[in-house]
């Protein structure tokens, strides 16, 4: 590590190992706790044993890393050049964990600047990655947050469930909203808005929330350059046709993700998972 300003995140931000190398970006895991393991986000669990906990309704939570973990990330970095560290994480409204990087930031061996994204998923990705190229470019620290924090401002993300049973047993939405959406048997289509996952719109099927999510994109991409992101919850092949879609829809999309979303948020939104991330450049 031979940049002035590192680049530390979190797991939830799904980024690619390719993508993750090329930009140095150090990456701190969550934790999935299922029944008596407490398993890493990314290393020690995956995707399909999450799903198979899900559907039999094994108890299954999330916990954000440790301080301690932190601290020893930072270490690293510090130990390998870096002069100062931006360190970018998912939505404080939904976790923990930047609670506990600011905590470590303070007895770091040097500069930290912990910044909530209000983001999550790629959407927090996208942001990691503006700030890996400005910190290339030989930024300065608050350039380097700066470019992170002007990312996440012009990133909206979307994503519709099958049900909504998963976000209300992790407290990630209000029992009211999910109580209405299995009453009126509708199909919801959230969004992440001021880092809170907030209802969007209701329809009354899957195919149709899929092409609604669809439109959303669409229209919020305009005709401006932009970066998207699909992600699913073993819901390969629907993420797969959205992304196609897309590419033929969106005019100026410059980069375009397909990936399945980890276990931190699967654990939280159950199989069937289909959202989009539109970063504005």
Same mark, same amino acid.
């Given at each position: 590590m031979s940049r002035h300003v590192a680049?530390?995140?979190?797991s939830t931000a799904y980024l690619p190992t390719e993508i993750l190398e090329w930009h140095h970006i150090t990456v701190v895991p969550l934790t999935v706790v299922m029944g008596r393991? @407490?398993?890493?986000?990314?290393?020690?669990?995956?995707?399909?044993?999450?799903?198979?906990?899900?559907?039999?309704r094994a108890a299954v939570t999330t916990s954000?890393?440790?301080?301690?973990?932190?601290?020893?990330?930072?270490?690293? #970095?510090?130990a390998n050049g870096a002069k100062?560290? #931006?360190?970018?994480? /998912?939505?404080?409204?939904?976790?923990?964990?930047?609670?506990?990087?600011?905590?470590?930031?303070?007895?770091?061996?040097?500069?930290?600047?912990?910044?909530?994204?209000?983001?999550?998923?790629?959407?927090?990705g996208f942001s990691a990655i503006s700030a890996a190229e400005r910190a290339a470019r030989g930024g300065s620290l608050q350039e380097t947050v700066d470019a992170a924090e002007k990312r996440a401002r012009h990133t909206s993300t979307y994503f519709c469930v099958d049900t909504l049973d998963y976000l209300r047993r992790g407290g990630r939405i209000g029992a009211a909203?999910?109580? /209405?959406?299995?009453?009126?048997?509708v199909k919801p289509i959230l969004e992440l808005s001021e880092g809170r996952i907030e209802m969007l719109e209701k329809?009354?099927?899957?195919?149709? @929330?899929?092409a609604r999510l669809e439109e959303i994109v669409v229209e919020r991409a305009g005709a401006r350059e932009v970066d998207i992101a699909v992600h699913h919850l073993a819901a390969p092949e629907r993420a797969e046709e959205l992304a196609e879609r /897309?590419?033929?829809?969106?005019?100026? #999309?410059?980069?375009?993700?397909?990936?399945?979303v980890g276990a931190v948020i699967g654990a939280h939104t159950g199989p069937g998972l289909l959202g989009a991330v539109v970063a504005l450049r």
């Open positions: 680049i530390v995140t979190d393991q @407490a398993l890493e986000e990314g290393t020690q669990i995956s995707v399909l044993s999450l799903s198979d906990a899900l559907r039999r954000r890393p440790s301080p301690a973990s932190f601290t020893e990330a930072y270490r690293k #970095v510090a100062a560290i #931006v360190s970018l994480h /998912l939505s404080a409204e939904i976790s923990g964990t930047y609670d506990a990087a600011v905590l470590a930031g303070k007895t770091a061996p040097v500069p930290v600047r912990v910044v909530d994204t209000g983001m999550v998923a790629m959407a927090l909203q999910a109580l /209405l959406g299995s009453a009126l048997a329809v009354r099927t899957s195919s149709r @929330a899929i /897309l590419r033929g829809r969106v005019p100026y #999309v410059r980069d375009l993700h397909v990936s399945e």
